[in-house]
C-alpha cells in the first residue's frame, strides 16, 4: 500500500518557470511533511517541511503548500535553475509534532525536474 | 558540523553472503534510521536506532538487523543476501527520534 502518491514522475520547466510537485497522503495520522531534494551520486538533502496546522510555508524560492482537508501538499520552486535539475521526494511521517507514532519517513516515489535553460 | 559519514561508498557481494554497512551520524545527533533505496524508488524505512535501542522498523525480514553504539554511530547487518538486496542504503541521523532527518550519500550494494 502506497501511502504518499507523487505527481509527476517526470517535469520539465523553463529556466525562470515555476516548477510544481504534487503529493497526497492516506494515513491522517501524519503530522510532519517535509521535502527532499537528491542529485545522483547522493543522498536525500532536507529542503523544507511544514506541519499540518500550516497552510503554506516559504523559504527562499522553494514554497509548501497543504491541504489537510484533501490530504494534500505540494512544493512550488518559483524562478526554477538548471542547478535545481534534481530528483525531488516529498515525505510524512507520524509523531514529531502529535507525540505518538512510529516517526519514520515515508516517501513518494520521486520527481525527476530538469530545468532547461 | 560533521555531517553523516557512510562506508564504504560501493559493495559488491554474491547470494547468500552477509554484509556490513556503517554509518557515524552527524555530530550532536543521538538518533539514526536506515533506509534501502531501490532504483528508481523513494527510501524505504527499515528501522530506527535512539540511545542504542530499536525505536522502530519497517517492512524487513529479521534477516537484515542493527546495532547503535554509545557514540551513537551505527551498523547495518544484512545476512544471506539476495538478489533484491541490491539497492542504495541510506543512514539518516536526527536530534532526538522526533528531529529532522538527515541523510548520508548511502552505501551502493550490489548482489551478484
Known amino acids: 500500500q502506497q501511502q504518499v502518491k507523487q505527481s509527476p514522475q517526470s517535469l520539465i520547466v523553463q529556466k525562470g518557470g515555476i516548477s510544481i510537485i504534487n503529493c497526497a497522503y492516506e494515513?491522517?495520522?501524519?503530522?510532519?511533511f517535509p521535502w527532499y531534494q537528491q542529485f545522483p551520486g547522493k543522498g536525500p538533502a532536507l529542503l523544507i517541511a511544514?506541519?499540518?496546522?500550516?497552510s503554506e510555508k516559504k523559504e527562499g524560492r522553494f514554497t509548501i503548500s497543504f491541504n489537510k482537508s484533501a490530504k494534500q501538499f505540494s512544493l512550488h520552486i518559483m524562478d526554477s535553475q538548471p542547478g535545481d535539475s534534481a530528483t525531488y521526494f516529498c515525505?510524512?511521517?507520524?509523531?514529531?509534532?502529535?507525540?505518538?507514532?512510529?516517526?519514520?519517513?515515508?516517501f513518494g516515489k520521486g520527481t525527476k525536474l530538469s530545468v532547461i535553460p | 558540523e560533521t555531517g553523516v559519514t557512510q562506508s564504504p561508498t560501493h559493495l559488491i557481494k554474491t547470494r547468500g553472503q552477509q554484509v556490513t554497512l556503517r554509518c557515524s551520524s552527524q555530530?550532536?545527533?543521538?538518533?539514526v534510521s536506515w533506509y534501502q533505496q531501490a532504483l528508481g524508488q523513494g527510501p524505504q524505512f527499515i528501522f530506527q536506532?535512539?540511545?542504542?535501542?530499536?525505536?522502530g522498523r519497517g517492512n524487513f525480514p529479521p534477516r537484515f538487523s542493527g546495532l547503535q553504539f554509545p557514540n551513537y554511530s551505527s551498523e547495518l547487518n544484512v545476512n544471506a543476501l539476495e538478489l533484491d538486496d541490491s539497492a542504495l542504503y541510506l543512514c539518516?541521523?536526527?536530534?532526538?527520534?522526533?528531529?529532522?532527518?538527515?541523510f548520508g550519500d548511502g552505501t551502493r550494494l550490489s548482489i551478484l
Open positions: 494515513n491522517t495520522a501524519f503530522d510532519y
Open positions: 511544514i506541519r499540518p496546522d500550516v
Open positions: 536506532y535512539y540511545r542504542e535501542e530499536e525505536n
Open positions: 539518516a541521523s536526527s536530534f532526538e527520534y522526533r528531529g529532522p532527518q538527515h
Open positions: 555530530s550532536g545527533h543521538n538518533t
Open positions: 515525505a510524512a511521517s507520524e509523531g514529531p509534532y502529535s507525540g505518538a507514532g512510529s516517526y519514520q519517513l515515508t
